[in-house]
């Protein structure tokens, strides 16, 4: 088998990476330089200047450290994005002069799949649930049906901007992440806002809120540790939602903000409480850097062979979702319950019971111990409180919930109808999609926001579509809360046939009624986080 030698360039933002890579899987360089900006955050046009000057020095220092000549090497590969426009432009003309001058074919590659890749080449993981979070991008992604998927991703500002722009702000510097978590293990609990909306999670509301805590004069650690407990927690949460609707049984932590030894306990912490494994490549392989494109291309070129100098343009809002991944073992191992547990979701243990001689379960919040207890309290009373409450009125809408037969606020539970069907994930087809969004419509015409409609809640019973586990729900009368909730629903279909998703997604809104929908769901996901 012949041995293919790829030199990769990075730099989608402040770092400057060139890694050198053989199709082995063997790192045979590795160069790097960060840039630093003397105040405020990163600028493109500095970036840019950046990466200008230190590609020419980066090349040959890695060609030295591999131990190569340039003719050695067999493919060039870039960032190709998603990134700062003016930082790819001076990547990608510095990934085509190299390739023209050594007469080398060349290949553009994903950012975002570079770091689960290179990830999964260094710590053996298959087919594991992914968190890449970085300075300008955090997402929740997973492999399913010939692409990597987006679970759940930020709304608005990706988490690690999040820190870097508290940081600015409170004159803790930038990056502020490494700050705020040294600050963070001197703190105490402030109540903070916890935004997690269905599968994806909104980051401004809170860093606005801990940058009035210290204008009132909140103790800095105090803050500090509060907006770290909540922004992390958030995230791990999200993550367990995706490995609890996949199935999966690996979890990996990859991207520059994978550094906070915080977060890594806390996504150990709930792999652990799922029985799946837990992985996070060394450090060096989780910032950017050219390894993971050199890899990346290597696996591309195989696949689909290089590109043509025409279509070396950068992409800027290159998203982790247009690219098909045909190498991936997509093979999967499921965690044996106990019997007399019915599931594990994410939030919840359901456990068979009775109640005055009819068959009852008992969705059950257990503890979190990912997260501390003052944020795991409050979420798992207020939830139990307000989901008793909606599954009545979605009852009193019109829509199939089970009935409830008792509330235990102080032990976060609730004893409900038990429900035989199917989930509608195995049944699935055009009358019940179509069916599905009028079901919806009544929710949402009663300002009722299930906050978790994916195929897993809700059930098939007795030619019925029964909606379950309103445990993310709430009460709104915005457009954009209703939206988002259909979003959730799309991904989830996306996860059981991402060919036939589509169409179901166009049955559930022609059922919905309301064409007016579309033009929020369009600018919502127009959002998405695909550039620093």
Same mark, same amino acid.
């Given at each position: 088998?012949?041995?293919?030698?790829?030199?990769?360039?990075?730099?989608?933002?402040?770092?400057?990476?060139?890694?050198?890579?053989?199709?082995?899987?063997?790192?045979?360089?590795?160069?790097?330089?960060?840039?630093?900006?003397?105040?405020?955050?990163?600028? $493109?046009?500095?970036?840019?200047?950046?990466?200008?000057?230190?590609?020419?020095?980066?090349?040959?220092?890695?060609?030295?450290?591999?131990? #190569?000549? &340039?003719?050695?090497?067999? #493919?060039?590969? *870039?960032?190709?994005?998603?990134?700062?426009? $003016?930082?790819?432009?001076? /990547?990608?003309?510095?990934?085509?002069?190299?390739?023209? @001058?050594?007469? !080398?074919?060349?290949?553009?590659?994903?950012?975002?799949i570079g770091h689960v890749e290179v990830g999964k080449l260094d710590t053996g993981a298959v087919n594991p649930v992914s968190l890449y979070v970085s300075g300008g991008n955090s997402q929740v992604i997973a492999y399913e049906s010939g692409r990597y998927r987006i679970f759940g991703e930020t709304l608005d500002i990706a988490v690690g901007n999040c820190l870097d722009h508290?940081?600015?702000?409170?004159?803790?510097?930038?990056?502020?992440? $490494?700050?705020?978590?040294?600050?963070?293990?001197?703190?105490?609990?402030?109540?903070?806002?916890?935004?997690?909306?269905?599968?994806? *999670?909104?980051?401004?509301?809170?860093?606005?809120?801990?940058?009035?805590?210290?204008?009132?004069? %909140?103790?800095?650690?105090?803050?500090? *540790?509060?907006?770290?407990?909540?922004?992390? @927690?958030?995230? /791990?949460?999200?993550?367990?939602?995706?490995?609890?609707? %996949?199935?999966?049984?690996? /979890?990996? #932590?990859?991207?520059?903000?994978?550094?906070?030894?915080?977060?890594?306990?806390?996504?150990? %912490?709930?792999?652990?409480?799922?029985?799946?494994?837990?992985?996070? $490549?060394?450090?060096?392989?989780?910032?950017? +850097?050219?390894?993971?494109?050199?890899?990346?291309?290597?696996?591309?070129?195989?696949?689909?062979?290089? #590109?043509?100098?025409?279509?070396?343009?950068?992409?800027?809002?290159?998203?982790?979702?247009?690219?098909?991944?045909?190498?991936?073992?997509?093979?999967?191992?499921?965690?044996?319950?106990?019997?007399?547990?019915?599931?594990?979701?994410?939030?919840?243990?359901? /456990?068979?019971?009775?109640?005055?001689?009819? !068959?009852?379960?008992?969705?059950?919040?257990?503890?979190?111990? &990912?997260?501390?207890?003052?944020?795991?309290? !409050?979420?798992?009373?207020?939830?139990?409180?307000?989901?008793?409450?909606?599954?009545?009125?979605?009852?009193?809408?019109?829509? !199939?919930?089970?009935?409830? &037969?008792?509330?235990?606020?102080? +032990?976060?539970?609730?004893?409900?109808?038990?429900?035989?069907?199917?989930?509608?994930?195995?049944?699935?087809?055009?009358?019940?999609?179509?069916?599905?969004?009028?079901?919806?419509?009544?929710?949402?015409?009663?300002?009722?926001?299930?906050?978790?409609?994916?195929?897993?809640?809700?059930?098939?019973?007795?030619?019925?579509?029964?909606?379950?586990?309103?445990?993310?729900?709430?009460?709104?009368?915005?457009?954009?809360?209703?939206?988002?909730?259909?979003?959730?629903?799309?991904?989830?279909?996306?996860?059981?046939?991402?060919?036939?998703?589509?169409? &179901?997604?166009?049955?559930?809104?022609?059922?919905?009624?309301?064409?007016?929908?579309?033009?929020?769901?369009?600018?919502?996901?127009?959002?998405?986080?695909? %550039?620093?």
């Amino acid at each position: 088998m012949i041995i293919l030698i790829c030199l990769g360039i990075e730099g989608t933002a402040e770092k400057t990476g060139v890694g050198i890579v053989d199709s082995d899987g063997n790192i045979l360089a590795m160069a790097g330089k960060q840039l630093f900006p003397e105040e405020g955050g990163i600028h $493109p046009r500095l970036a840019a200047e950046h990466h200008a000057e230190w590609i020419p020095k980066l090349i040959p220092q890695a060609i030295d450290e591999s131990g #190569l000549a &340039y003719d050695d090497i067999d #493919l060039i590969s *870039f960032s190709q994005g998603p990134g700062l426009g $003016p930082a790819l432009r001076i /990547v990608a003309t510095s990934a085509r002069s190299l390739a023209l @001058s050594l007469k !080398k074919p060349i290949i553009g590659v994903n950012h975002c799949i570079g770091h689960v890749e290179v990830g999964k080449l260094d710590t053996g993981a298959v087919n594991p649930v992914s968190l890449y979070v970085s300075g300008g991008n955090s997402q929740v992604i997973a492999y399913e049906s010939g692409r990597y998927r987006i679970f759940g991703e930020t709304l608005d500002i990706a988490v690690g901007n999040c820190l870097d722009h508290f940081g600015r702000e409170t004159g803790l510097g930038h990056p502020g992440g $490494p700050v705020i978590e040294r600050l963070a293990k001197k703190g105490s609990y402030v109540d903070l806002p916890y935004v997690v909306k269905g599968m994806d *999670f909104s980051f401004s509301g809170l860093l606005s809120a801990a940058i009035r805590e210290v204008q009132k004069g %909140t103790p800095m650690e105090d803050v500090c *540790f509060s907006l770290q407990e909540t922004a992390f @927690s958030m995230l /791990v949460e999200v993550t367990e939602r995706a490995l609890s609707h %996949t199935q999966k049984d690996e /979890v990996m #932590l990859c991207g520059g903000v994978s550094a906070n030894s915080r977060l890594r306990e806390m996504l150990r %912490t709930m792999s652990e409480e799922h029985g799946a494994k837990f992985y996070m $490549p060394e450090m060096k392989l989780c910032g950017d +850097n050219g390894v993971m494109i050199a890899w990346l291309g290597l696996l591309m070129c195989k696949e689909f062979g290089p #590109l043509e100098l025409a279509d070396t343009g950068i992409i800027q809002k290159f998203r982790t979702d247009e690219v098909d991944i045909p190498w991936i073992d997509n093979s999967k191992t499921y965690l044996t319950l106990p019997d007399e547990l019915i599931a594990k979701g994410a939030e919840s243990n359901i /456990v068979k019971s009775s109640y005055l001689g009819e !068959k009852a379960v008992i969705k059950d919040r257990i503890p979190k111990g &990912y997260r501390i207890p003052e944020i795991d309290n !409050k979420i798992r009373k207020a939830r139990c409180k307000e989901e008793a409450k909606l599954l009545s009125d979605a009852k009193r809408a019109g829509v !199939k919930t089970p009935v409830l &037969y008792d509330v235990n606020l102080e +032990n976060k539970a609730i004893t409900m109808e038990e429900i035989e069907g199917v989930m509608l994930k195995e049944v699935i087809d055009d009358d019940l999609a179509l069916r599905l969004g009028g079901e919806i419509s009544k929710l949402h015409c009663a300002d009722i926001i299930h906050g978790d409609i994916t195929t897993s809640n809700i059930l098939f019973s007795d030619d019925k579509l029964v909606f379950i586990d309103f445990g993310l729900g709430r009460y709104s009368q915005l457009k954009e809360d209703k939206a988002v909730d259909l979003l959730v629903l799309k991904k989830s279909l996306q996860s059981i046939d991402y060919n036939l998703a589509l169409r &179901y997604f166009d049955l559930v809104l022609k059922g919905y009624g309301d064409e007016s929908i579309l033009n929020t769901i369009h600018d919502i996901e127009s959002r998405g986080r695909y %550039t620093h």
